[in-house]
């Protein structure tokens, strides 16, 4: 504690006798300032959590709200920011949501004739101040998670692995190949030829536009890692402009085998295993 024991009791007081009246007022002015895209219950559930751990740390010093003694209101802004953003919140209206309360303990401490109570005050508001700011960065963390978590799904969405054919995999590739889709694309086959004991792999790149060196070489462990597992990879689609590429860059696919076209490579696929496709006349 930084400030007067006395004065610290005397606002602690204060904010406690007048508690419900106001948190009354403050959820009214987030309601009216989220514009009735959050209940006024589930905003006093809220702050009341708030307000009680927050009564215990009047006369703390706000400048660094790291101890452990700021534990479990960190705690509680933190899930606070998390639900803001998932509910499609700004940051600034989920931070002014803490600065909210800094008026209405201004109006309520407004008729206090002792000076060292308003200093007290101000003291409260540079707390309240660093607490807003840790809702801040809090949010700001959230939605980086949440952004890693979609991307990280949108990959899982983006890089299927089927089934098509018996012991024949199949992984069809659209849009762009950079390095983190193509390590996915390698754990998922790998994990697909356990479960499934496949022993063909076709990898169709018939949808993709462009491929660098480092993305080829990912493809080429790809391959490899399924031969030490015991499965044949076979890569199709390859289209014209990839393959002058690939020239021009000088990567060898060695006795990797490619086919045109993911037809070409089901057939090749099911022909080593004994399975003769034939074309039957119909009429």
Known sequence: ????????????????????????????????????????????????????????????????????????????????????????????????????????????????????????????????????????????????????????QLLELTTPVVKIWEGVLAVPLVGTLDSARTQVVMEKLLEMLVETGSEHAIIDITGVFAVDTQVAQHLLKTVVAARLMGAECIVSGIRPQIAQTIVALGIEFGDIVTKASLADALRHALRRDGVHVVRREVG
Do not use: C
Request: proline share 3%.
């Open 1 to 152: 504690m930084t400030a007067d024991a006395g004065h610290a009791q005397r606002l602690t007081e204060l904010l406690r006798t007048n508690a419900e009246p106001l948190l009354g007022r403050w959820v009214d002015a987030v309601a009216a300032l989220l514009r009735g895209r959050s209940t006024k219950a589930e905003l006093e559930t809220d702050f009341r959590e708030f307000i009680t751990a927050l009564l215990p740390l009047v006369g703390s010093d706000g400048r660094d709200v790291s101890g452990p003694e700021f534990g479990e209101i960190r705690s509680l802004l933190e899930d606070y920011s998390r639900s803001r953003v998932r509910a499609g919140f700004t940051p600034t209206e989920t931070a002014s949501s803490v600065f909210s309360l800094k008026r209405e303990v201004f109006g309520l401490t407004s008729d206090e004739t002792d000076p060292e109570v308003h200093r007290e005050v101000m003291a409260f508001s540079g707390l309240l101040d660093a607490l807003g700011l840790l809702t801040f960065d809090s949010y700001a963390r959230a939605r980086e998670e949440i952004i890693r978590e979609q991307s990280e």
